[in-house]
């Protein structure tokens, strides 16, 4: 079974769909699918194997060491058994890039390039806290292909330190979503970006992120609202004085 399916034409991705739905929760209340995905491109010379339940992706697989992790830490131990057969990958490799070719080849100049209308947000992992370490997250959704180039800057100036991108999740319309983690120490008056460019798009989109500044909390608010009203009180008490003794010093 191929993926992306028909909603994306097949000339710039070729993306083989190694397991099918297995796993159907109690009394049919909600299907769950357990599936490996196997993507080859011409835009980049890495293909990636994800192995996903439902739109959660649980590990992946590095081709340059031969080697899988998870994507948490709960799964470690799993990690070894979740690709277990070189050989079987290295097949269905082959099988991806034969395709990719045989359909790039018998679509020229029939079906058109497939593109993404990629999303991109930016939001922190936790709470804002001016000069306490935070981190960065950068989610883009509706990637397509998956090819991207992710560029932080603070205050204009690209950062060396090279950021988290744990790569690609498979998503059940055919597209990806893409994290990228940035971690950072903010203050007032900073400003970061996450540019993202698609392979083979001319396009750059970015989104930026400034610290907001604090909004009073309710124990703030209701303290200024206490003084404000005891003020009230204190200002009618020296009104109500000074207008007793206006009235005693114009009898005598």
């Not at 744990?166 to 970006?193: C, V």
Request: aromatic share 12%.
């Amino acid at each position: 079974m191929l993926t992306p399916g028909y909603r994306r034409p097949i000339r710039i991705i070729c993306a083989v769909l190694l397991a099918l739905p297995l796993l159907v929760a109690q009394g049919q209340e909600a299907d769950h699918g357990l599936s490996q995905v196997l993507f080859c491109q011409p835009n980049t010379s890495a293909p990636g194997l994800l192995k996903m339940f439902d739109e959660d992706q649980m590990f992946s697989y590095n081709f340059s060491n031969r080697t899988s992790s998870a994507w948490l830490h709960d799964f470690d131990q799993w990690s070894d058994q979740a690709f277990p057969s070189a050989a079987n990958i290295s097949a269905n490799l082959f099988l991806c890039s034969n395709l990719l070719d045989a359909l790039t080849e018998g679509l020229k100049d029939i079906m058109p390039d497939a593109r993404g209308g990629t999303h991109t947000m930016v939001f922190t992992a936790h709470p804002l806290r001016i000069g306490k370490p935070n981190t960065l997250i950068c989610f883009i959704s509706d990637v397509y292909p998956p090819a991207l180039t992710i560029t932080w800057r603070k205050d204009g100036q690209v950062l060396s330190r090279e950021p988290v991108s744990p790569g690609y999740f498979a998503m059940f319309d055919g597209s990806f979503q893409a994290f990228s983690y940035l971690n950072i120490t903010p203050y007032y008056n900073d400003s970061y970006s996450c540019a993202v460019q698609v392979a083979g798009d001319n396009r750059t989109i970015v989104k930026y992120w400034v610290p907001d500044y604090p909004v009073p909390s309710d124990v703030l608010e209701n303290t200024l609202c206490g003084l404000g009203f005891a003020l009230g009180i204190v200002f009618l008490f020296l009104g109500f004085m000074f207008l007793c003794l206006s009235k005693k010093l114009q009898e005598t």
